[in-house]
T-cell receptor
Framework: AQTVTQSQPEMSVQEAETVTLSCTYD???????LFWYKQPPSRQMILVIR??????QNATENRFSVNFQKAAKSFSLKISDSQLGDAAMYFC?????????????FGKGTKLTVNP | DAGVIQSPRHEVTEMGQEVTLRCKPI?????LFWYRQTMMRGLELLIY????????DSGMPEDRFSAKMPNASFSTLKIQPSEPRDSAVYFC?????????????FGPGTRLTVT
């Protein structure tokens, strides 16, 4: 079974600085999808960024980018120019590509604090 | 689009009572997922449907939990009888089966408290 590990229960960053959240996963599949979700105190799950395993290019969405290392099974999230509104729980998630494997497998999450 | 709609947003009930959580997926989405979030276990899948058919219910804790999807625009998750350990936030999510990015869109969740 696939597993996702986020080794940093909590992280903090100064406003306007850069922070990187770590995620590793275990799978025997060669094709899959990876996601980062943000959960603010409102508890709404918000998709931040996605990565297809077959793409070598790292995904980027404005201030958010990933470092996808397929061989190492690593998928870290970099937040640049951190803002107070970035404070939230961040979850890394894995999804297989085969039919019948549409579910998301989540890591335990990293709580990000942004200090003014 | 209104997004995924869940009701109620909060539910407080006594042990032994029946609880029904409801979900309306995004129009046009044909995959629907029920997740549960607790401090101890994090986010875990309970069950999901493709085209109204249950595909994977291996995450359903026990026979006290049941889920239905009678049509493409409505699903229920029922707990009978409820127990204090069922207290959690329950999320419903939907996506397009075979969609290019396979991303799931989450509802606001239902916070369930069983006393």
């Amino acid at each position: 079974a696939q597993t996702v590990t986020q080794s940093q229960p909590e992280m903090s960053v100064q406003e306007a600085e850069t922070v990187t959240l770590s995620c590793t996963y275990d799978t025997s599949e060669s094709d899959y999808y990876l996601f980062w979700y943000k959960q603010p105190p409102s508890r709404q799950m918000i998709l931040v960024i996605r990565q297809e395993a077959y793409k070598q290019q790292n995904a980027t969405e404005n201030r958010f980018s990933v470092n996808f290392q397929k061989a190492a099974k690593s998928f870290s999230l970099k937040i640049s120019d951190s803002q107070l509104g970035d404070a939230a729980m961040y979850f890394c998630a894995y999804r297989g590509s085969q039919g019948g494997s549409e579910k998301l497998v989540f890591g335990k999450g990293t709580k990000l604090t942004v200090n003014p | 689009d209104a997004g995924v709609i869940q009701s109620p947003r909060h539910e407080v009930t006594e042990m032994g009572q029946e609880v029904t959580l409801r979900c309306k997926p995004i129009s046009g989405h044909n995959s629907l997922f029920w997740y549960r979030q607790t401090m101890m276990r994090g986010l875990e899948l309970l069950i999901y449907f493709n085209n109204n058919v249950p595909i994977d219910d291996s995450g359903m804790p026990e026979d006290r939990f049941s889920a239905k999807m009678p049509n493409a625009s409505f699903s229920t998750l029922k707990i009978q009888p409820s127990e204090p350990r069922d207290s959690a936030v329950y999320f419903c999510a939907s996506s397009v089966l075979g969609g290019h990015y396979y991303e799931q869109y989450f509802g606001p969740g239902t916070r369930l408290t069983v006393t």
